[in-house]
């Protein structure tokens, strides 16, 4: 490279100084109940467009939400008050959370798939059935079929602010679950990842309705292989605790076993 044009990069790539930039404060969207996310610091021509992460326990208080992680990306600025509100760009589970939720001899039933809101916001969201015991793919297709079909239905009735709110908090899992399973019994349906694909012109941050959301019902078409016995649909929860009595009982012969083997020594 000649010199003219070294001295020519020096020319162009001007130094900012610490003192030029501002400090601004970021607040959530109206989903979020416009909380303070944090600080930022920057040149008024380089905020907008700038992401933050947050963890959803900084919202809900709750530990059970530590391993969910939320981005957050600038789209207003108020150099005056010195403000910047941004807008819900997705979210995603940490993989040891995810890794957790799939035990052994179960089965993890996935589905990726965008959803166009009401007032024609896209996200992408991956949601994860997981099953107590191995199922048919059968099953797993009339399961991922549910899922679609919930979220489609969710997703055509509410806006997106609504739509954020039932898909961080639990709303639309807790109906994907009460559905799917009634084709096989689930330990755990979570929406483990979502992206914020399309934003439509002139698209505004509203309050979020204070109503409750409706309780989905949709045909579900069974074949005889998807069905299951009608005692496995209702005592999912004495199975799970007969299990976990099992694993303990199993334990507590390991140690006395183990005890018996030192004496014998």
Known sequence: MSQKSRKKRKQKAKKVNYK???WY???APKSFNKEKIGDIIGLESNIVGRTLDSLLFDFSRDYDDISCKIQFKIDKLNTEAQTC????QGHNYTSDYIRSLV???????????????????????????????????SQQNIIRKIIRDILKEFASTYKHEKFIKGMIYGEFENQIERIAKTIYPLSSCTVIKSKLVAIPEGGEDKEVPDDDFKIVEIDVERS??????R???????????????????????????????????
């Open 20 to 22: 030029d930039k501002t």
């Open 25 to 27: 404060e970021v607040f």
């Open 85 to 88: 509100e941004a807008i819900f």
């Open 103 to 137: 035990g052994r001899g179960a089965t993890k039933i996935q589905l990726i798939d965008n959803y166009t809101t009401k007032d024609e916001f896209v996200y992408r969201l991956t949601t994860v059935c997981v099953t107590i015991r191995r199922a048919r793919s």
């Open 224 to 229: 005889r292989k998807s069905e299951i016995q």
């Open 231 to 265: 005692s496995e649909r209702i005592n999912v929860k004495k199975y799970t605790q007969d299990r976990e009595e099992e694993d303990e009982e199993e334990e507590e012969e390991e140690e006395e076993d183990d005890k018996e083997e030192e004496l014998e020594e």
